[in-house]
Each structure stands twice: as structure tokens, then as C-alpha cells.
């Protein structure tokens, strides 16, 4: 049980342009969600708390309008990363809260 | 400021050995510590969790330790598999918020 997924788990993409990245909790319903960034031998950092049918809460230093955040449905949250750089390119990780955090597989951005 | 602070950074051992990595932490008020177990490219799997009434908890080869007073907490890996080799993250909760504090990890390399 307790298991969240992430699509696309690898994506290679042009600077400029939008990417959208799915957090999906797969057998519970989750009405937090987590987005982190995880630089290569660094710790995973917070971007943004998710919740169900509200607007996200961003950490400080993370632009709410380039990484945008839907939690439109208790088992579906997404990020977008809106006109990539490739300073963007990073590993996102979502989690899902059911009692503790459940981690997604990750997904790989690559901006090219 | 909160604080979790892993050592060593980097361990390299030999398959069969023992290891025990370091967590200690300036998290107050204290609620709950988790290990978690990070593969290259792949998102953090929960091995141990303890809250302050609990001093040790294992998992299969995994043994993790905790002292509340000294703010300190050990995972300790028995008789190790070349399958350990990945990240070991120390991340503790906050009583009264959900969002945990990460430490940088430590990077484990066994070799054969």
C-alpha cells in the first residue's frame, strides 16, 4: 500500500518551453502533496506544499508563477515548470501525505 | 534554525562489513525521526521510523537507534549487500508541522 507514482520519470526538453510532471497517489487519497528539487549529492529541498482544492504554498526563493501547482483531485497533483532554463534541469520528487510521507520514483528534467 | 545534520558524508566498506551512520539534529520540539533509503535516480524509501518514546527500531538489516535527550540517532547496517549502496537520509519532524526537515545524507558505497 501507500504507493505514489510520477510521470513522466525522465524528460528532455528545449529552453523556452513548458513541462508538466504528474504526482499521482495510487491506492490513497492524499489531500497534501509535496514537490521537491534535488540537485546532484544534495539533500532534497521543499518547493511547495500542495492541497486539494486550494492554492499551493510556495517556500521562499521558489517562483510561484514559473513552477506552477494544480491539486485538483485527492490522488492527483502536477507541477509545471513553465519556460524551462536549464538551471531548471534537476530531479523533482513529489510525496504524499497519508499519516507520513510516501515518496514518488522522482523524474528526471533535463533543459537543453 | 532547524538543523539535521548527517555524518560521515561518504563511506565506502567492503560487502560482509558493518557500518553505522550519524544523525543529529536541533529539530524542537521533536515529534519523529525517519531513515530513509535514496537509490541513484529514484525517490527515498522509508526504512525506520521512531518517535521520541522509542529508542530502537529494526528493519531486517537495518537497526536504527535513537536518543532524545543527546538529539542523536544511528542506523546501524548488519553483514552489507552490494545493494546497499545508495543514500541514507536522516529526516526529522517537527511536533505541529508536517513538513520534516531533510539532512544531507550519507552516500554508502559497498564494494564486492
Known amino acids: 500500500g501507500a504507493v505514489v507514482s510520477q510521470h513522466p520519470s525522465w524528460v528532455i526538453c528545449k529552453s523556452g518551453t513548458s513541462v508538466k510532471i504528474e504526482c499521482r497517489s495510487l491506492?490513497?487519497?492524499?489531500?497534501?502533496m509535496f514537490w521537491y528539487r534535488q540537485f546532484p549529492k544534495q539533500s532534497l529541498m521543499l518547493m511547495a506544499t500542495?492541497?486539494?482544492?486550494?492554492?499551493?504554498?510556495?517556500e521562499q526563493g521558489v517562483e510561484k508563477d514559473k513552477f506552477l501547482i494544480n491539486h485538483a483531485s485527492l490522488t492527483l497533483s502536477t507541477l509545471t515548470v513553465t519556460s524551462a532554463h536549464p538551471e531548471d534541469s534537476s530531479f523533482y520528487i513529489c510525496?504524499?501525505?497519508?499519516?507520513?510521507?510516501?515518496f514518488g520514483p522522482g523524474t528526471r528534467l533535463t533543459v537543453t | 534554525k532547524n538543523q539535521v545534520e548527517q555524518s560521515p558524508q561518504s563511506l565506502i566498506i567492503l560487502e560482509g562489513k558493518n557500518c553505522t551512520l550519524q544523525?543529529?539534529?536541533?529539530?524542537?520540539?521533536?515529534?519523529?525521526l525517519r531513515w530513509y533509503k535514496q537509490d541513484t535516480g529514484r525517490g527515498p524509501v522509508s526504512l525506520t521510523i521512531?518517535?521520541?518514546?522509542?529508542n530502537t527500531k529494526s528493519n531486517g538489516r537495518y537497526t536504527a537507534t535513537l536518543d532524545a535527550d543527546t538529539k542523536q540517532s544511528s542506523l546501524h547496517i548488519t553483514a552489507s549487500q552490494l545493494s546497499d549502496s545508495a543514500s541514507y537520509i536522516c529526516?526529522?519532524?517537527?511536533?505541529?508541522?508536517?513538513?520534516?526537515?531533510f539532512g544531507r545524507g550519507t552516500s554508502l558505497i559497498v564494494h564486492p
Open positions: 510525496s504524499a501525505r497519508a499519516g507520513e510521507q510516501y
Open positions: 491506492d490513497f487519497q492524499a489531500t497534501t
Open positions: 500542495s492541497n486539494e482544492g486550494s492554492k499551493a504554498t510556495y
Open positions: 544523525c543529529n539534529y536541533t529539530v524542537s520540539p521533536f515529534s519523529n
Open positions: 521512531m518517535t521520541f518514546s522509542e
Open positions: 529526516v526529522v519532524s517537527k511536533g505541529g508541522s508536517y513538513i520534516p526537515t
